[in-house]
């Protein structure tokens, strides 16, 4: 009681409030940069309650202490200012000065020790994983950077190529949405191979949303949504160099260099060049076990702040990749007829952002453009494949309230295009679409107890015509421990079978392409809890979700129907997939974080008139990960265990199989220790710990000519223990 | 258990051993003393200027930064360093850094002591 008297704030020269009275705290929010200007309707509550109240139209607020518990700070916040979190000193009003934003992004997140971030104030089930848990792996590129996510699955798609895919829900990594800070990315040509065309030390974090996804950034994320975001000028960052080796012969190096001309105009350099020295074929069965890869990347982008706030981007990008694999030293005599393949890519693009602020408080504009050019050329044995796409996007955010920061929304319009020109030997396939679209998102949130965010948009698409989407997230956190999440939302996407499977080529089966494929659609719904609970002296987190997608019109990829064929074709009866995971982390003492999670998949999809699983996805997938920090964060430990549960093969040939129908389960063990001196790191790690790897991972490898060679039939590991060195030098601007 | 899984195996409990002894070893021993300064910073960018420098001081083992508080908890060798040594160590990065007047051991309740503000 005597604490809360301490509280008192004694209103002498209050004018909305003509008597003191002791019961309350009152005060008055205005703008920093120009104190005249009162802030109405700003949200001030008690930290870690629901109680509280808004500023009214002088921004004065009055506020009762009977709620506020002892020692209670208070929390003043309103859209476009920073949040202010204060202590109510007694003897005085309370003088609220609220900073503008002059960032458009929302309050960044500022969790540096934990490398997994679960976001318990957003609506969207996410989790953000940052630079710090992108160093526990060698993390060479983006596929790497989910070796120790539950979530988000890595699958190879086959053994000859090293085409990498990420998988959500037990679903092909085509129907998550990936984006490069919000913007569309690795669509089309750049699905089979675009992981490995992100470095890792170029990713600031990256943010993965479950289910169905936010309105603003398109129609297209089906299972999730993975954004990427990069490292910008004008960080901490003013020079980064990154060198890796493994004993597969395979280096990487990278080097950041950033740049302030002055307070408003700065620049950043991203260098990358990766090469595989040598063939390696451990197996014996006279295939490469990994490709050839030379890839030569680099990123250049611009910051510009303009001194009244708001922000203006630019950014290019170019890589250029070669990538050989099949028979070893199909290269080096084509007389010999070995089967070699050979995907050269380049790829050009461009993007521009600005942020425009209103003099309205909490109003602003935000401009996305992005533009790229694909060329590939490629051979798979006899086999011809080139392509080229162009894309074009562009998408105006107009982000505004209704009085306050309760309710607040996103509007604007967007367009989407692509230019893709296919042939396969002598037929040519072209697809074009022009996509104009309009949205609009409603969000209420309720000093972060209640959050609802509904939105739809409508598109017109020159391919399939008019569709609309509708998205709902509902968030619910009745006490600070436990949040509840729900959402259901549509989802629709282009199907390209050419551009998206040419990896398939490295096969004798023949691709079957039914005319007419229709767009395809799917609704997802799920529901999440999310518990933290004190134990010991520390907090352990507990997440059980649940996602099940239904899809209305698919294009079904079949492989059961004839080992000789792949066709694709569209749905014809029931498709879905559900999802059970849950997860736990905790950190039993300081340093020491534990995070574990299982999934179970049930994928089911009609083929040739029956409802089958999914060939080529596991029933359940299980991860350990363990990593410690020494005191000082000198040295960091790092274990992660995988268990991956085995599932069902395509149909081999009745008459003569060459495989089995269903695959084992599987576990893989990755190990890395760090070691840090000022601003150099040291680290050394294993992939692979325990050397599993597929008996057969290509069918007929010993006749690549021959009708059987197959080299989809991949479920597993085809490389086994990789042991890997690097370093990292970090230079700051403080330095 | 094949050789492989014996290998694989083996360097699991090797690197579990490593992370648990170190955990152990990590509490605070002889001739290790925790103190508490204040430190005039004010942003995240100063928190990991400190962070990158404080450990490499001779004679530190261990280190909690609150931005919030302005504190800076340092664990250290009494026979490597000394409060004089690591004030000094703050000046050299840029920092002023005092000895808090009240340490954790005789931290009083001082609620209506507390002032100013923290940007969430």
Redesign the interface.
């Known amino acids: 009681m005597i604490r809360k008297v301490g509280f008192i704030v004694i209103g002498l020269i209050i004018s909305n409030y003509s008597i003191a009275d002791n019961r309350y705290v009152m005060g008055v929010v205005r703008e920093k940069d120009n104190p005249a200007l009162p802030v109405v309707g700003a949200n001030i509550y008690w930290a870690g309650t629901s109680k509280g109240t808004t500023s009214d139209s002088m921004g004065a607020f009055r506020l009762a202490l009977e709620n506020a518990l002892p020692d209670a700070r208070l929390v003043v916040s309103f859209v476009g200012f920073r949040t202010d979190t204060l202590f109510a000193v007694p003897g005085n009003e309370l003088q609220v000065l609220l900073e503008r934003n002059t960032e458009l992004d929302e309050v960044l997140i500022r969790e540096r020790r934990k490398g997994v971030y679960l976001s318990t104030l957003d609506p969207v089930q996410s989790h953000k994983v940052t630079a710090t848990e992108l160093q526990k792996a060698a993390c060479c590129n983006l596929s790497e950077s989910f070796e120790t996510n539950a979530s988000v699955d890595i699958a190879f798609t086959d053994a000859v190529t090293g085409a990498q895919q990420i998988r959500m829900l037990g679903l092909s990594g085509t129907y998550v949405q990936t984006l490069s800070e919000n913007m569309p990315m690795l669509r089309g040509l750049a699905a089979p191979y675009g992981l490995g065309w992100v470095p890792g030390p170029w990713m600031e974090s990256i943010q993965i949303s479950k289910g169905t996804s936010s309105v603003v950034n398109g129609y297209e994320a089906l299972t999730g949504q993975i954004n990427v975001e990069f490292k910008k000028p004008g960080g901490t960052e003013v020079l980064h160099f990154n060198a890796y080796g493994n004993d597969a012969l395979k280096t990487e190096a990278n080097l950041n260099y950033s740049h302030s001309f002055s307070d408003s105009l700065m620049t950043t350099v991203f260098l990358h060049g990766e090469n595989q020295w040598k063939a390696i074929d451990l197996n014996g069965d006279r295939f490469m076990d990994l490709p050839n890869v030379r890839q030569i990347n680099f990123m250049n982008r611009w910051n510009f702040i303009p001194k009244r706030g708001g922000h203006r981007e630019i950014g290019i990008k170019a890589l250029n990749e070669l990538r050989r694999s099949g028979q070893v030293g199909a290269f080096g005599d084509p007389g010999a007829g070995l089967y070699g393949i050979e995907i050269e890519t380049r790829r050009y693009e461009i993007f521009a952002k600005n942020g425009i602020l209103f003099d309205r408080p909490g109003t602003s504009l935000g401009l996305q453009f992005s533009g790229s050019f694909h060329d590939q050329q490629s051979v798979y044995g006899l086999k011809q494949y080139t392509g080229t796409q162009y894309s074009v996007y562009f998408n105006a955010i107009y982000q505004g309230h209704f009085g306050s920061d309760l309710h607040t929304y996103k509007t604007g319009i967007s367009f989407l295009g692509d230019w893709l020109d296919e042939r396969l030997d002598d037929r040519p396939f072209r697809n074009q679409e022009l996509v104009p679209g309009g949205f609009f998102e409603y969000s209420y949130n309720l000093i972060h107890r209640l959050n609802l965010l509904a939105g739809s948009r409508i598109d017109y698409s020159t391919r399939y015509g008019l569709f609309f989407t509708p998205r709902v997230h509902v968030r619910w956190s009745p006490q600070d421990w436990i949040t509840i999440r729900a959402s259901a939302g549509k989802g629709f996407r282009k199907p390209l079978p050419l551009a998206e499977n040419h990896y398939l080529l490295a096969s004798s089966r023949t691709l079957v392409l039914e005319p007419d494929l229709r767009q395809e659609e799917a609704v997802n719904t799920g529901a999440s809890i999310q518990i933290t609970l004190p134990l010991g002296e520390r907090e352990l987190t507990l997440v059980a979700d649940y996602y099940y997608t239904r899809f209305l019109h698919q294009v079904v990829r079949e492989m059961d129907r004839d080992v000789q064929r792949v066709y694709f074709s569209n749905l014809d009866g029931l498709s879905y997939s559900g999802a059970f995971q849950t997860e736990l982390l905790y950190e039993p003492f300081r340093g020491l974080t534990l995070n574990a999670a299982w999934r179970w998949m049930d994928v089911k999809q009609t083929q040739n008139g029956i409802v089958r699983a999914l060939p080529l996805t596991s029933r359940y997938k299980g991860m350990v990960s363990l990593s410690y920090k020494t005191r000082l964060n000198k040295w960091q430990f790092d274990l992660t265990t995988q268990f991956n549960g085995g599932g069902r093969m395509p149909d081999p040939d009745p008459t003569d199989p060459l495989w089995k129908e269903e695959y084992p389960p599987f576990t893989e063990v990755y190990a890395q220790i760090t070691k840090r001196i000022k601003r150099w790191e040291f680290y050394v790690g294993v992939e692979n710990l325990f050397d599993f790897t597929m008996d057969q991972p290509i069918i007929a490898a010993h006749d690549p000519w021959g009708k059987n060679f197959d080299g989809s039939m991949v479920w597993g590991p085809v490389h086994g223990r990789k042991i890997y060195v690097g370093l990292r030098y970090t230079l700051h601007h403080w330095e | 258990m094949n050789m492989?899984?014996k290998?694989?195996?083996g360097?699991?409990l090797v690197?579990?051993a490593?992370?648990l002894s170190?955990?152990v070893f990590?509490k605070e021993r002889k001739n290790e003393k925790t103190l508490v300064f204040t430190v005039n910073m004010d942003c995240?960018?100063c928190?990991?200027?400190i962070?990158?420098?404080i450990?490499?001081e001779k004679g530190?083992?261990?280190?909690k930064i609150s931005l919030d508080d302005k504190t800076c908890e340092i664990?250290f060798r009494t026979d490597k360093t000394s409060p004089e040594a690591l004030v000094k160590a703050f000046g050299k990065i840029g920092y002023k850094a005092e000895l808090k007047t009240d340490q954790p051991e005789e931290k009083k309740d001082n609620?209506?002591d507390?002032?100013?503000?923290?940007?969430?």
């Open positions: 492989k899984q290998v694989g195996t360097s699991v690197i579990i490593i992370m170190m955990s990590g995240h960018a928190v990991q200027k962070e990158g420098n450990p490499y530190v083992k261990d280190l664990t609620n209506e507390h002032e100013g503000h923290i940007h969430q």
